[in-house]
């Protein structure tokens, strides 16, 4: 049982078919440790609000009910204020949105990897120091 941080890229795709669901569902019912930013219920209520306006088929009752559910796919979803000072750091050395930046302080702090399917974002920050390993989705093994 290996624990790891999950983003928002990963979280959407246990809700939508997309490139690596299967993959994203491989991880949720693993043993491992997910972790996760409260961030990600904002990250994700937008990204389901993005999704209603290009009239992708969401709906109010079905955005609330899994705003409802994502939080039991993680061990531990941690507070974004103790995550702030290493992640704003990070935003400013690495030119990158604070967003990203509180997933991979969490990792960071959490000393395990970053699981997401933003390629830019492992572009921009791997191998980077005070960045945590990165991992792209494909690359995740049980």
Known sequence: MSPFVVDASV???WFFEEDDTQ????LAASPDELFAPTLILTEVANALWKKMRRSE???VPAA???CEYL?????????VE???PHAVALSFALDHPIYDCVYLSLAYTKKCPLVTSDRRL???AEGQPLTPRLLHLSQWRP
Not at 23 to 26: P, R, S
């Open 57 to 59: 088929a969401v709906e």
């Open 122 to 124: 492992i572009h921009k």
């Open 64 to 66: 609330l009910q899994i």
């Open 71 to 79: 939080p039991g796919f993680f061990t531990e979803m941690v507070p």
């Open 11 to 13: 979280a959407l795709k």
């Open 82 to 84: 103790p995550l702030l």
């Open 23 to 26: 993959q994203a569902e491989a």
